[in-house]
């Protein structure tokens, strides 16, 4: 599917079908692809297959990498259709097995709160960002549909703000605060006569649309390539040719580094970084019919794996794990705050 295919002429079943294919031809991606076709399989409203596809990703030998997140989305898919005792136990087992990830927490959540299960659901959500978010200097981005859930279900249910909510607040950027978006009341106003009160629950409903389409929208990023020691010596020695772009490892670091700090700089949003590998790369220069010895390859490559889903956002927050693999933080490594 295009990025720019309207939602409404898109034939689910037939992209559901095209991603089960693609899944059969880079099987180091089958997990993104797989779940991809589900989505499609759901909006069609064949959420029988997509369970089947949920159930075949679970039964993989090949592992995981993200379990938790797909037994969320075979619970919140279950429900959907009558299997409301299933889908319960699958849930108390995604709280139980306290992901790190926040995508399984605010599935699971949301299921229950679109289910009316209010009390559920806002525990799930506290428990969540207590776990996630205790200590925490800045909640990443990941992290904030958990807040604005959280801070949504307290006030359906008349709760006052606490300091998760405070939380909530400071992260929200839209021009209608969080309140006001989450107001109960606000349903009656869309029954309003009075041209004021509908105008500016519309003003509200388009603030909130554009929050649900940023949470939702997931643009192929501007992707640099990245290939780990190993295997950009195993590419080295099997493509000489290619030593005039990666004249050493550690230039090779410093210019993606460098790279996506002056693309930030400019203004590129949505930046990442895709690991290479020799086998991958390789095969992906068979299917463009040409040499992986021919440079002009290595961007269209790392496009290629961002189009599947491999790339990881950047920068890291400071305290995590740095980009490059080193055991280091990347506030220590390649990402030190300026002096």
Not at 102 to 110: C, D, N, Q, T, Y
């Amino acid at each position: 599917m295009r990025p720019d295919t309207p939602a409404e002429n898109v034939d689910h079943t037939a992209e559901a079908a095209r991603l089960e294919r693609t899944a059969g031809l880079y099987p180091e991606d089958a997990e993104a692809l797989l779940l991809r076709a589900a989505a499609h399989l759901e909006l069609s409203g064949d959420r029988p297959e997509a369970t089947t596809l949920y159930d075949r990703l679970l039964s993989s030998t090949d592992g995981l990498e993200n379990p938790h997140l797909v037994r969320a989305l075979k619970a919140s898919n279950l429900w959907e259709y009558g299997h409301e005792a299933e889908a319960r136990a699958i849930i108390e087992g995604v709280r139980a097995a306290s992901p790190r990830d926040p995508a399984p927490w605010v599935i699971v959540a949301e299921a229950l709160e679109n289910h009316d299960e209010l009390e559920a659901a806002h525990d799930t959500f506290t428990e969540a960002v207590r776990h996630l978010l205790t200590g925490v200097p800045q909640p990443p981005q990941p992290a904030h549909p958990l807040l604005f859930g959280r801070h949504r279900v307290r006030r359906m249910l008349g709760k006052a703000h606490d300091e998760w909510d405070a939380l909530a607040d400071s992260v929200h950027s839209l021009p209608v605060s969080l309140d006001e978006l989450h107001d109960p009341k606000r349903v009656w106003s869309l029954g309003s006569e009075n041209p004021a009160e509908l105008e500016a629950e519309i003003h509200r409903l388009r603030a909130e649309l554009g929050a649900y389409r940023e949470a939702l929208s997931r643009p192929f990023p501007v992707a640099i390539l990245h290939w780990p020691a190993t295997e950009l010596t195993e590419l080295l020695e099997a493509y000489p040719a290619l030593e005039t772009e990666y004249p050493s490892h550690e230039a090779h670091l410093a210019t993606i580094e460098s790279a996506l700090r002056e693309l930030a700089s400019s203004g590129t949003p949505n930046l990442g970084i895709v690991t290479g590998t020799v086998p991958s790369y390789e095969a992906f220069a068979a299917s463009e019919l040409s040499s992986p010895s021919d440079p002009t390859l290595l961007p269209q490559y790392a496009t290629t794996l961002a189009a599947r889903g491999r790339a990881v956002a950047w920068p890291p927050q400071q305290d995590s794990a740095c980009w490059c693999g080193s055991d280091r933080p990347y506030g220590q490594c390649h990402g030190p705050v300026a002096a």
